[in-house]
């Protein structure tokens, strides 16, 4: 049996439902830094079929070639992003979930460039590059 966990923005216009969360990471990329105007975010991978938007649909933004990321167009919460060189799955800020403290990374991602003043002394796998699901 699936447990459907539930996300949100700011002001509740955009809302989406996870049945299987399949990753969970922190990144340190500079587009996912300037999008949540955020030292780093942490997202959830989830496969397509796993999710869904249930409110209003968020604006989308091309960030970069092959890169959507989603915000809210009333409140401006950014919600995802997705890659096409990770087709099929979608990403779901943590921060936005109804439970956040469900969810716990598991990985770094885009190490590299991580602001140096942000302290990390967890024991999670510190990866370069991005994520492939
Ligand atoms: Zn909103």
Known sequence: MTETHRGRCLC???????????TCVNCHCESCRRQCSSPMT??????????????????TYRSSPGVERT??????????????????????YV???????RFRPQLHVAYEEKLSWL????????RNGPEYL
Request: proline share 8%; net charge negative; charged share 30%.
């Open 95 to 101: 921060a936005a979930m109804e439970e956040p403290e």
């Open 119 to 126: 302290t990390i002394e967890d024991d999670l796998p510190k």
């Open 71 to 92: 915000f809210c167009g009333q409140c401006g919460t950014p919600l995802s992003f997705r890659s096409e060189r990770m087709s099929g799955v979608m990403h779901l």
């Open 42 to 59: 942490t997202y959830i991978g989830v496969l397509d079929k796993n999710w869904r938007w249930t409110g209003e649909i968020p604006k």
């Open 12 to 22: 509740k216009a955009v809302s989406f439902e996870i049945d299987i969360p399949e």
